[in-house]
């Protein structure tokens, strides 16, 4: 006869397997989310040490324009801007003035410059066939009061005709140029006139500038732009 023997196991005391698979359950789940949240302080980390990019500065480069150089034949330029930038007001305002002279006359060359009593300016222009005209120009050069006239007597006068072709042929040098020149050799005072005329068979400009009581007269040849000579004339004398 076989006898069956029953083994018993106790149990610890105030435990219960289903206690038992609970811990174990709660340990297994608490394991991935640790290790998730360890991810992603790493993520985290690494994200905090990139560098933002720095701000790029835009420069925005502004191109200026050059000064420009009036041509000898751009008299519009001259009477809208008073003439040269430099020199006195008084100055600027001969050269505004004979450019609106020469613009009245089309392809004119200047051959004379004077300040009238009243302050305005009277000015000879000849055209390309010798003809001469006379313009009487505002004290600031902006305008024309009077002319374009045609000096008939020196029209019909036909040395005085072929005295005017040939200045107009054998002159390199404008007027702009001639007071340039003079004023290299005379600074100071005011440039009352300017003329073109022969002298001993050559084209020559007569730049006159007062200072005071003081007439000085500076001679330049109107091919090279030499100056050729100063006069002085003093009225006290």
């Known amino acids: ?5 029953r083994t018993t196991t106790a ?7 289903g206690r038992r698979l609970r811990r174990s359950l709660a340990v297994a789940a608490v394991v991935p989310l640790a290790l998730g949240l360890a991810a992603c302080g790493d993520s985290d980390d690494d994200n905090d040490d990139v560098t933002a990019p720095a701000p790029t500065a835009t420069v925005t480069e502004t191109a200026s324009a050059s000064p420009s150089t009036g041509s000898s034949d751009d008299a519009s330029d001259d009477a809208s801007t008073g003439g040269s930038a430099g020199g006195s007001g008084d100055e600027r305002a001969l050269l505004a003035a004979a450019a609106t ?3 009245s006359v089309q392809g004119s060359t200047l051959f004379s410059i004077d300040r009238d009593d009243t302050g305005g ?8 066939q010798g003809v001469e005209n006379d313009v009487v120009v505002s004290a600031d050069g ?4 009077r002319g374009p006239d045609v000096d008939q007597d020196d029209a019909d006068d036909q040395d005085d005709l072929a005295e005017r072709q040939q200045l107009l042929n054998d002159v390199q040098v ?3 140029q001639a007071v340039e020149a003079a004023r290299g050799e005379v600074a100071g005072g005011v440039v009352e006139d300017v003329d073109l005329d022969l002298e001993n068979g050559a084209a020559e400009w007569e730049v006159q500038v007062q ?6 007269t500076v001679r330049i040849d109107a091919v090279s732009g030499d100056v050729s000579g100063t006069e002085t004339d003093n009225d006290d004398d």
């Open 1 to 5: 006869m076989t006898k069956t023997v």
């Open 11 to 17: 149990l610890p005391t105030g435990r219960t397997p």
């Open 101 to 103: 002279a020469v613009g």
């Open 121 to 128: 300016w009277e000015i000879t222009v000849v055209d390309g």
């Open 142 to 145: 902006s305008s024309v009061e």
């Open 174 to 176: 404008d007027y702009r």
């Open 211 to 216: 200072d005071g009581t003081t007439e000085q």
